[in-house]
């Protein structure tokens, strides 16, 4: 059901319930709402803490300082029943969905230039609290334990688990076989879909949902982009970075693939955690994501 924030919340914000109009609301993630023209009040996902928020924000702020139009926050955090809550600039414009070739290389070229802005912030503000690299571990976030999440699949179906594990497995040999260890890191957006990208009259307009920024790869960044569905942004993006004096590495290239199954297998992860919590497995969509990861199913369920 869709509602408005909490009226405790507009009164600590300086806001007037007449002048919300949802833009989203699922309970338990990410919410908000539209304040007036010019503003979006954000709720947090359960699980949000102040230091993880505070990452965000200091990307946000360090895109907008370099011209960048983001939900950068223009108040701080406010706390109402565990969820935290923050005014953000309004970003103008509208995603576009069944990008045309055109339009798909248009994101490549906008995700280069992103990354040639934020090149060399992350050497100054380190990884994000319970994050790592998608190339470090089953899940980038810490928290997710993959031997629990394996162990309850297994006793809903034996066939699952043991796909799960031989997925990790070949996904860790994989990895290694190209030295992804050894892959650069930098501060990524961490979902930059065409769903999280703005345009207006054919051009950038703002850029949305840095809620997974962290320090990964760029080969990562092309994985959770989906840009194995829009090869034309691919090409694009690696053209505007050489223009940019900063191509791809030899081993970038080769880890592209390497690390699009390590994100599959992330997916499957995440999907676990969540049935973990709530005690049911959607087992369809789990073997969906599995059978993205590259690694042959088990033929029995035994």
């Not at 300086?14 to 309970?27: C, E, H, Q, S, Y």
């Not at 100054?124 to 980038?140: E, K, L, M, N, T």
């Not at 594990?165 to 879909?193: C, K, N, Q, T, Y």
């Not at 990208?197 to 809620?211: N, S």
Request: aromatic content about 8%.
């Amino acid at each position: 059901m869709l509602t408005g924030p909490p009226p405790r919340v507009l009164e600590m914000v300086g806001a007037r319930a007449a002048d919300v109009v949802v833009l989203k609301d699922i309970p338990e993630h990410n919410a908000s709402w539209l304040i007036g023209t010019g503003l979006v009040l954000r709720r947090y996902h359960h699980g949000a803490t102040p230091a993880d928020l505070a990452y965000e924000h200091t990307v946000l702020r360090y895109l907008a300082d370099a011209g960048w139009v983001v939900p950068v926050p223009v108040g701080g955090l406010v706390e109402d029943a565990g969820l935290w809550y923050c005014l953000t600039r309004h970003v103008p414009g509208r995603a576009v969905s069944g990008e045309s070739p055109a339009q798909q290389a248009r994101r490549g070229r906008d995700l280069a230039r992103l990354h040639v802005a934020l090149r060399g912030l992350g050497e100054r503000i380190g990884q994000r609290p319970g994050w790592r690299a998608q190339h470090d571990g089953v899940s980038v976030h810490t928290a997710v334990d993959w031997q629990a999440c394996v162990h309850g699949l297994t006793a809903a179906s034996p066939r699952l688990g043991r796909w799960a594990s031989a997925a990790a497995e070949d996904v860790r040999a994989a990895l290694a076989a190209v030295g992804a260890d050894r892959l650069p890191l930098m501060v990524v957006h961490g979902d930059f879909a065409e769903w999280n990208v703005h345009y207006r009259r054919r051009h950038l307009a703002g850029v949305i949902d840095f809620g997974l920024t962290h320090l990964d790869s760029r080969p990562y960044e092309l994985a959770v982009a989906r840009t194995w569905r829009a090869p034309d942004a691919v090409g694009a993006y690696q053209r505007e970075l050489a223009r940019s004096g900063w191509p791809l590495t030899a081993l970038e290239e080769d880890a592209i693939n390497p690390v699009y199954r390590a994100f599959r297998l992330d997916m499957t992860a995440w999907l676990l955690d969540q049935g973990l919590r709530a005690r049911k497995f959607d087992l369809p969509v789990i073997e969906r994501q599995l059978a993205r990861t590259g690694t042959t199913p088990p033929r029995h369920n035994h």
